[in-house]
């Protein structure tokens, strides 16, 4: 059964410019949950999206957004980017609320 | 202000030797505790997880153990290989609740040949 996957694995942006990252969850798995990794901060929680709907959102601002599909696909979205925004963004899958997140390997962004 | 509070942040174990990482949360709420294996490069994988119902869970060479008076809960590594050096997190969340979980700051384990 092949794992979650994100892609791309890197990218780099400057500075205003906006992206777009996408995960395409464990087969079977409804829930989808975005996390930030930095060496400062750690992992941190951005959202959940579980059958097309947000159902939990962690405390980062409203330029970070994102969306499910019908088929579980996520993509997460950061406009106006800054230099902070430079991060390990990784993408979780469970098969419903309740149940073990596997994670992906993630989507290196770094902003120039 | 951190949820969930991991130590050591380093370590550094002999093979064969015994590797323990410690946790602690203050959130009552919390009823999943799962432990997450990261490699460079590479995303955090699910090594073994406890509920609060028990105290102890043991998989192959990785055990948990689970103090719910204390809040607190550890990793022991028996017999810890070269292969096992990466970093770990603990974690922890409210399942019923909103299920994202809040992880510990890591702690980088080298085991030494």
């Known amino acids: 059964k092949a794992g979650v996957t994100q892609t791309p694995r890197y990218l780099i942006k400057t500075r205003g410019q906006q992206v777009t990252l996408s995960c395409s969850p464990i087969s079977g798995h409804r829930s989808v949950s975005w996390y930030q990794q930095t060496p400062g901060q750690g992992l941190q929680f951005l959202f959940e999206y579980f059958s097309e709907t947000q159902r939990n959102k962690g405390n980062f601002p409203g330029r970070f957004s994102g969306r499910q599909f019908s088929n579980s696909r996520s993509e997460m979205n950061v406009s106006t980017l800054e230099l902070g925004d430079s991060a390990l963004y990784l993408c979780a899958s469970s098969l419903a609320q309740g149940q073990p997140q596997h994670f992906g390997d993630g989507t290196r962004l770094s902003i120039l | 202000q951190q949820q969930v509070k991991q130590s050591p942040q380093s370590l550094i174990v002999q093979k064969g030797g015994i590797s323990i990482i410690n946790c602690a949360y203050e959130?009552?709420?919390?009823?999943?505790f799962p432990w997450y294996q990261q490699f460079p490069g590479k995303g955090p994988a699910l090594l073994i997880a406890i509920r609060p119902d028990v105290s102890e869970k043991k998989e192959g060479r990785f055990t948990i153990s689970f103090n719910k008076s204390a809040k607190q809960f550890s990793l022991h590594i028996m017999d810890s290989q070269p292969g096992d050096s990466a970093t770990y997190f603990c974690a922890a969340t409210d399942q019923t609740g909103a299920n994202n979980l809040f992880f510990g700051t890591g702690t980088r384990l080298t085991v030494i040949p």
């Open positions: 959130n009552t709420a919390f009823d999943y």
